[in-house]
């Protein structure tokens, strides 16, 4: 039986390679920076890194770094046990606080990555007879854990306030209970950023809840990097903010819920990626703290992110690419096809510019680009050394 399924995976596998959809990972030597070595056959490569989730560039930073091996000093290397049973340090707790402190919440509540805590969101909070309004284009994590729920499900084309409307008074007419209409912060494959303001406003006109993921906004968007609410002026309308410790925040592991009280005293109940997981560990709990406070006071971090994505943006329009229109540190350019998608990566990655290709099933088919992210790590050097890269490359493929 199983020599058949391994078969029949093998044609699967085959078929991925045939459409150019197969990924491969390239294996780092070096902390995650904006110059990074990746190992290659005649010796290790120094590359500039465009595709990190590192906006701040706080991945290697070195007061991290150190607070990181004080946690591990302090308080060990594993928890061996979920949060309830034996696994709640002090450095738990205050790292708890630090997010909701940060965050304007009354409390915040750790799970192992922000995929978990999307996909323990929703079920404890929501029942049969209550709704949730989704974005079409939002995360895979909340597509799950709208799945595992068991509320009403209404999806609205991504930004189309019109279809949120009327998926709202779809919602009424069903006789919800509760309804919570549910959207990234960031998109993070186009970089466009969720219209709050209406979003809220359509929520307080049909008594709806609002929770946003934050996960490609928190610590470089927004008044002192509190993301997507104080970027776009709605502040403490949002209800529920879900967020990563693995993007700006340092980079390393852990996601959260941040909420008003009764709804995390609940989820410490009821979650079950919180109630079946393990806890974070304490490095990265403690790593995490100081991260945050570095990303409280990074305005200097934040500044040079703006001016590199400004940089970037008008450099690679100059050259004759396409790109999607935004203002995140997100810069999507556009190949449309999967193989060229993969062709211009390899390229680039020839030149010393590290990319990723996205191409289906992570963007639709036909959508396919290469999707560049700045970070505070990279130099104005490194960016005028990429746009050179894109230019050549794309006049050798004949892109532009
Ligand atoms: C990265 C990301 C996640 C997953 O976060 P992890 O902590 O890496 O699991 C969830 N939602 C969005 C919008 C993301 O970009």
New binding site residues.
């Given amino acids: 039986m199983s020599l058949k399924l391994e078969d029949h995976i093998r044609q699967v596998l085959t078929q991925i390679e045939a459409d150019g959809l197969y990924k491969r990972e390239r294996n780092i030597t070096s902390p995650q920076s904006g110059s990074i070595t990746i190992a290659a056959a005649g010796g290790d490569r120094r590359v500039v890194n465009l595709c990190a989730?590192n906006y701040l560039g706080l991945a290697d930073h070195p007061d991290i770094i150190a607070a990181a091996k004080q946690g591990l000093d302090a308080f060990g290397f594993g928890m061996a046990s979920v949060r309830f049973i034996c696994g709640t340090q002090t450095l738990h707790r205050e790292l708890e606080q630090t997010i909701a402190r940060y965050l304007g919440k009354d409390d915040a509540i750790l799970?192992?990555?922000?995929?978990?805590?999307?996909g323990g969101v929703f079920e404890p909070l929501l029942e049969a007879e209550d709704a949730i309004i989704s974005d079409s284009l939002?995360?895979?994590?909340?597509i799950d854990g709208v799945r595992l729920c068991k509320a009403k499900r209404f999806r609205f084309t991504n930004g189309d306030m019109n279809e949120l409307e009327d998926r709202l008074k779809e919602a009424d007419q069903a006789g919800s209970r509760f309804k919570l209409i549910v959207t990234?912060?960031?998109?993070?494959m186009d970089g466009y950023i969720a219209n709050l303001p209406a979003i809220c406003e359509l929520a307080e006109r049909y008594n709806a809840l609002v929770m946003v993921?934050?996960?490609?906004a928190t610590g470089h968007l927004g008044e002192a990097g509190r993301g997507t609410p104080t970027l776009t002026g709605v502040g403490q309308k949002v209800d529920i903010l879900?967020?990563?410790?693995?993007?700006s925040l340092g980079g390393a592991?852990?996601?959260y819920v941040a909420a008003s009280q009764p709804i995390i005293d609940l989820l410490r109940q009821r979650a079950r990626p919180y109630l079946f997981s393990n806890s974070l560990a304490p490095a990265v709990a403690a790593g995490s703290i100081k991260a945050i406070e570095i990303a409280e006071q990074a305005d200097d971090r934040r500044t040079t992110l703006a001016a590199h994505t400004k940089r970037f943006r008008e450099g690679m329009q100059a050259a004759g690419f396409e790109l999607l229109q935004g203002e995140t540190p997100i810069i999507p350019v556009m190949l449309h096809e999967a193989r060229l998608a993969q062709d211009m990566a390899r390229a680039l990655d020839e030149r010393g510019v590290f990319v990723a290709g996205f191409f289906f099933p992570v963007v639709p088919k036909g959508k396919a680009r290469i999707r560049t992210q700045m970070s505070a790590a990279l130099t104005t050097q490194d960016i005028d050394f990429a746009i050179a890269a894109f230019t050549d490359a794309g006049k050798s493929l004949g892109i532009i």
């Fill in positions: 989730n799970f192992a990555a922000c995929f978990d805590a999307n939002n995360h895979a994590s909340i990234d912060g960031v998109f993070s993921d934050d996960c490609h879900t967020g990563t410790l693995g993007k592991m852990g996601g």
